[in-house]
């Protein structure tokens, strides 16, 4: 009964969606364009609506999809995207489960533009700021995605205005999802409030595979991971099924219109063969954006120094039909220099690497082996902490940096794998790190029922810390719940795979608040 009672205060929304969910991933409002990720030097969320009535990005939740059909071997896989509501408490609601604030949350489904459910299979789903060459006076925010066919696509994402909905329909999607909102509701039964539209603009033949492979073995050529640089979105990285990494440039005449009048394009700057087995992880140092860490299945963690990488000869730009640039033909380029290889540390596979967002040299790592790890770049003979989170730790997602201080920026969000979800909390990180005996990683809080299948995709809302934070209590004060901690509730969003879950919770206890 204890058990149920912290489910239903904790779980907002369980969401149960039409095929198998890989990744969710909440819009990164502290992002602004040409900076370090810091959201400016006077706050300001760019993009931010002024209204109140106004969807904000911060509030967009992108989901994706994967299916493998067993019969064909055929990969499939579908975009969603969602958009956080909030509603107040009123008063004899027929739900009485606790709320933070006393706001009730819930995610609802957007309307697209254009379908988005008949991709290859989609394996990561990245939000960028687009160069303001590329969005202005358009969109400023895209989503590139890592596809089974090799190909990393870009497209961009603006809100087009309100979905018409009949007042039946919306009559019929309240009561389905009536009751308590932490019960199962099918999202296809909820109409879309708001209209985005979706258009490409960047495409890339991102993995051509280990050379010398013949054309016939597709699992060698698949985009598992992508990920930018934080400093203006002009280069991406990718790591392939084959074991290999390519980095591509996008630079402002590579970026299309976003008006559907222009064609996709980009340049592969380089790939090469960076791992023996499935190249599952890929991060820029923030930092140090010439390093780049990438982590495999070969249970090795490597650090790359792309100012001695070369470009490759075969490189071009990309064509809207996914012809790819530099040519299927094209050899992988020799690897850049190594920095790191670490070898021993890692049991299996490493799956996730995650530098933290405002403490330079420090990185978490996920591994099959069902251990999590605190890394200090300069000294990499050996892990900081780690800690086995019971599952095989597929991702780790550091707290998104607000304005409130201690602890706050170092929790890690971390999908088990076959042990649900966890927010995991480091310690010891303040300071010059000498410590070694203060260093560690422990559970703060798991979040594991309803989810009762492989745990694989998780974000935090950033719409509650930071600017963006700041800016809804402003825009609240007043009115009903415009206290300190208001706004500053810690929100998340989880999936998992074969069960199709997709599940927001809110009020976990042992946090503390982002101010």
């Given amino acids: ?6 489910r239903d205060h904790r779980l907002h929304q369980e969401l149960l969606l039409h095929s198998n969910v890989d990744c969710a991933q909440f819009c990164p409002v502290e992002w602004t364009r040409g900076d370090g990720g810091d959201g400016g030097s006077d706050g300001a969320v760019v993009g931010a609506p002024a209204s109140s009535s ?3 990005p911060a509030d967009w939740l992108a989901v994706a999809t994967y299916e493998l059909d067993e019969a064909t071997r055929t990969r499939t896989g579908s975009l969603l995207m969602y958009t956080l509501e909030e509603e107040e408490e009123e008063e004899g609601q027929e739900d009485d489960s606790p709320r933070p604030g006393g706001r009730r949350r819930q995610l609802r489904r957007l309307a697209l533009s254009a379908r988005r459910d008949g991709l290859p299979g989609v394996f990561d789903a990245q939000w960028l700021r687009l160069p303001a060459s590329a969005a202005a ?58 209209l985005l539209r979706l258009e490409p603009v960047a495409e890339w033949q991102a993995v051509r595979g280990p050379a010398g492979l013949e054309g016939g073995d597709a699992t060698k050529r698949m985009a598992l991971m992508v990920a930018w640089e934080r400093t203006g979105a002009q280069r991406a990285a990718v790591s392939g099924s084959g074991g290999t990494v390519a980095v591509m440039e996008a630079g402002a005449a590579s970026w299309a219109s976003g008006d559907g009048g222009g064609s996709p394009g980009g340049a592969c700057w380089t790939e090469w063969q960076a791992h023996d087995l499935e190249a ?11 390093a780049l860490y990438s982590g495999s299945d070969d249970a090795s963690l490597k650090l790359w120094d792309l100012r001695t990488a070369r470009r490759s000869s075969g490189s071009g730009s990309g064509s809207g039909g996914g ?46 082996d069902e ?35 201690g602890g706050d920026r170092d929790l890690l969000l971390a999908a088990c794998m076959y042990n649900g979800f966890a927010v995991l909390r480091a310690t010891g990180l303040d300071g010059a790190g000498e410590n070694a005996d203060d260093r ?10 309803p989810h009762e299948s492989i745990a694989y995709g998780c974000d935090w809302w950033r719409g509650g810390g930071g600017a963006e934070g700041r800016r809804r209590r402003r825009r609240r004060a007043g009115g009903v719940g415009a206290g300190s901690g208001d706004g500053g509730d810690v929100v998340v969003a989880t999936a998992s795979f074969y069960d199709r879950r997709l599940c927001l919770w809110s009020g976990l206890k042992n946090l503390p608040q982002l101010t």
């Fill in 1 to 6: 009964m204890a058990r149920d009672e912290e």
């Fill in 54 to 56: 106004s969807p904000s």
């Fill in 440 to 449: 560690g990683l422990e559970v703060a809080e798991r979040l594991g029922a």
């Fill in 323 to 368: 012809s790819g640039s530099g040519g299927a033909d094209a050899a992988c380029c020799a690897a850049p220099a190594l920095l790191l290889c670490d070898k021993r540390t890692h049991a299996a596979g490493v799956t996730c690497i995650s530098p933290h967002p405002s403490r330079e040299h420090i990185l978490a790592t996920g591994s099959y």
């Fill in 280 to 290: 599952w992880a890929v991060a820029f140092d923030p930092s140090r954006p010439h």
């Fill in 371 to 405: 251990k999590a790890r605190l890394w200090d770049a300069r000294r990499p003979r050996s892990p900081l902490a780690e800690l086995d989170v019971g599952g095989g730790a597929w991702r780790l997602q550091w707290r998104p940096a607000g304005s409130g201080g």
């Fill in 137 to 194: 006076p358009g969109p400023e925010w895209g989503l590139s995605l890592a596809l089974s066919d090799g190909r990393v696509v870009v497209l961009a994402v603006q809100a087009e205005g309100q979905q018409e909905v009949e007042e039946e329909e919306e009559e019929k999607a309240a009561a389905a999802v009536g009751g308590s909102s932490s019960s199962v509701v099918d999202d296809r039964s909820r109409p879309p409030p708001l």
